[in-house]
């Protein structure tokens, strides 16, 4: 009998386990690793040879599918056998934080790997960022350049050792190291490098440390303030390492679910209510917080006097993360901890905010990628996400793959970060090159178009344009699993049919089709893009409309005002909310992408239902410049910050509870029980539970995000779904 595995099957102790099974019941036979897929003969005690599969499977590991063939061949004993090349169809093993039995050796003065930061075995370590190709094999990854030493080989092949066809282990006398650099290149040396590292960042200098998918700047937390200035980022929430799960709960105000997280192999950045550390996210009321996930990071906190540190990736303004040794110095950082193994895959940390057991992604890339997505037809399409916080997507057999997180697409290098990373998913994930269409957003100005034109031309197959809500509320049925929906699908700005900008709408959706439901009032976007930076321009257009003039006066007043009938409109929610925060004084001026909208949600988790605002539908369309009226009418010149959350809480929720009015007809009209939401608004933890609440006097159920970022990096994942449908 031949059994194939489908699945997480390779690079996590998989072929040693079905080894040990083996051998426990007496069978014959041998077990292989072809292409991603992992091949079985045995002789006889089928089915309690999967029972015992199922029992025993490694922790990382996981079964998609099983195929039974018949066999006729004879063997004398069982063997592991060397991997062939076979059907490329899934699934590299993620990047997974070092295991407690390595860790354990790691500290242990008497083990081979005492201090030696890349320990690793079968069930940990870092896989995607390292390897170039499939089957997962050492010669397909970046550990080919360190050839294994005696004693690591006899590990290697002793299948009862953890271990056992590891394949990117290593040791201190075969393994790669780590040096110790000064600002001019000079290499300080191996010896205590971590030791001396650690001391450097302890009297507060500000270092680059290599890590196993790029590069991380960083110091110490009471830095803070010295690092913005250095940096240039004076307002940006930057993410904390701390040293182990106590130190968490000094900074975080952590939930049973999000402790439970924070400690799980894929150890994400979460974002978690904040505590005692204002500087760190200044205005908002979330921290970053994640866990040590290499030996390395251990190890430096077993040298360090601080207990947490700011760790970011490090890269030059809009350009990815640094991965190559010698581009890390045009930091200008004070000391560098660099490692001598190449990086083939770049991969950032994964952002994560838990709500209700549901994980909202913001970032979706190391211990999460790649993950097959199941999906419903079979075409090979390509897609290439939208503007900003990009991903791209490559669909074959039946499953979606998302590449790592890419960033920007206005920048060169990320363009090209963005085609590398798909001709890399494309080469694992599938057996022959081919491709049978390409899409992307339907906004002319997105530079991801090139490379979804590069493809095409490449592949000769057809580009399909797709409407940027439409993407994202399919990127939430393909999420949940689910044919049709209405969706409230909020975020900042998207190209529409009507060549306006979208972003406060409603749509019914199913994989192939959608309708507009409804949507916010039209507001002029004074200035395009100068409008999303500066939001006073937003504050400014609205109050025009009933004949106020806000923030800008004399000659730029009358400009503005010349360009109100000029400029693109826009029914974008995140605009709106951008305006309110901007007119309640809480955020004016935009020094990252989101900023005001996200300083809002703080007035938003505290404040109350005290307001009542008179807010007019027509047509499916919510007014919300009049309410901007309203507001002004009843808010004190003063506010006090009470007042003002109260009312930023009444002014949001009775905009949410219009859309949510209208998703609910909708969903009457066409007899369906999901209403759900999607888009950048929809991090937003007030706005969601304002649209829960509303929804539990109904018997709809509530569709929010869990595997697909609820933001543009789920976009091409909508978009795939979308043309692989279609095309279908
Ligand atoms: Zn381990
Ligand atoms: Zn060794």
Sequence with gaps: MKIIFKGVVQGVGFRPTIYRIAKKLALKGYVLNKGSEVEVVIDKSKDEFIKEVKKNLPDVAKITDITFLKDNRTFNDFKILHSRFGEKKSIIPVDISICDDCLEELFDKKNNRHLFPFTNCTVCGARFSLIKDVPYDRERTSMDEFKLCRSCENEYNEPLNRRYHAQTISCPICGPVYKLYDKQKKDLGEKDAIKRFASKIDIGKIGVIKSWGGMHLCCKINEINHFRKWYNRPQKAFAV????IETAEKYGQLTKDEKQLLLSKN??????????????SPGLNTIGLYLPYTGLHHLLFSYLKSDALIMTSANLPGEPMIIKNSDAFSLGA????????????????????????????IRKSRGFVPEPIAVSYNNRILSVGAGENICGAISSD??????????????????????QSLRHLMKITMEKQELDAIAQDMHPGYDSRKVATKFSDEFKVPIFDVQHHFAHAVSLLVDRNIDECVVLTVDGLGFGDDGNYWGGEVLYSNKEEYKRVGHLENIPLLGGDQAAIDPRRVVFAIFKRFGKEKFFEGEEATILSKMMDKSPQTSSFGR??????????ICTKRTYDGEPAMKLEKYLAVGENKYSFDIQVKNGIIGTIDLFRQLDEKISKNPKEKEKADFAYSFVKSIVDKLTALAIESAKDEDIKNIGITGGVSYNIPIVEMVEKKLKQTNLNFVVHNRVPNGDGGIAIGQNAIIGNKIK
């Design 267 to 280: 150890k994400p950045v979460f974002l978690v209510k904040k505590k005692n550390v204002e500087e760190i």
């Design 334 to 361: 004070e000391v560098y901890l660099l490692h001598n193994r190449d990086i083939p895959n770049r991969i950032d940390d994964s952002v994560v905010r838990l709500w209700k057991g549901n994980n909202f992604f």
């Design 398 to 419: 039946k499953f979606v793959y998302s590449t790592q997180y890419i960033g920007n697409s206005k920048y060169y290098d990320v363009l090209e970060f963005l085609e």
């Design 576 to 585: 709106v909310l951008d305006a309110l925060s901007c007119y309640l004084n």
């Design 241 to 244: 390492m701390v040293k182990d």
